[in-house]
């Protein structure tokens, strides 16, 4: 069964920094692209990141570009976002998401039940 | 970069009732378009992929249409369960951009 467990999110003030990991179990990790969707409360879905299967490729939203770094640990199953620079706006409920096809341009399929991350003074 | 337009942003229908949500790509994407439910507080679900070919275990009174620019999400007989949120999503390329959103609920 896949399944993907985020965790990271927390209250954080304007400028701060936080990590948000996702591990992944159920599936080749490996093979498969993988992205961050986030969503502010009321709010609707917002595409933030996504990276290749092999980590080499990462892809940003220009609200994110320059202050967000997305990685993964193959070895461990797990996707990492880096967030810095966070801002108001930033708060979102954030999901990992596993890609639909290996390899391949693709929707996705699975997705984690989220990470909140709250950014206020 | 390309936008995704949902129409209507809202609708309200009967049970049985055929419903139809489109989703206009303001460049053409090919049929890299993707259709998700969300239900009120719970994770997105996919519905549709590639325009039109229906994810494992979704009913089939859904379905999906279209390429390149305008696509459309069907529902042929609205169930209480439907009542959700449902977002196209674009994968062609980044960015992945997804719709506003179309909240669907019961008259």
């Known amino acids: 069964e896949v399944q993907l467990l985020e965790s990271g999110g927390d209250l954080v003030q304007p400028g701060g920094s936080l990590r948000l990991s996702c591990a992944a179990s159920?599936?080749?990790?490996?093979?498969?692209?993988m992205s961050w969707v986030r969503q502010a409360p009321g709010k609707g879905l917002e595409w933030v990141s996504s990276i290749s299967r092999g980590g080499d490729t990462t892809y940003y939203a220009d609200s994110v570009k320059g202050r967000f770094t997305l990685s993964r640990d193959n070895s461990k199953n797990t996707l990492y976002l880096q967030m810095n620079s966070l801002r108001v706006e930033d708060t979102a409920l954030y999901y990992c998401?596993?890609?639909?096809?290996?390899?391949?341009?693709?929707?996705?399929?699975?997705w984690g039940q989220g990470t909140m991350v709250t950014v206020s003074s | 970069d390309i936008q995704m337009t949902q129409s209507p942003s809202s609708l309200s229908a009967s049970v049985g009732d055929r419903v139809t949500i489109t989703c206009r790509a303001s460049q053409g994407i090919s049929n890299y378009l993707a259709w998700y439910q969300q239900k009120p507080g719970n994770v997105p679900k996919l519905l549709i992929y590639a325009a039109s070919t229906l994810q494992s275990g979704v009913p089939s009174r859904f379905s999906g249409s279209g390429s390149g620019t305008d696509f459309t999400l069907t529902i042929s007989s609205l169930q209480p369960e439907d009542v959700a949120t449902y977002y196209c999503q674009k994968y062609n390329s980044a960015p992945w951009t997804f719709g506003q959103g179309t909240k669907v609920e019961i008259k």
């Open positions: 998401a596993k890609k639909t096809v290996p390899g391949a341009i693709s929707a996705s399929d699975f």
């Open positions: 159920g599936f080749t990790f490996n093979s498969y692209g």
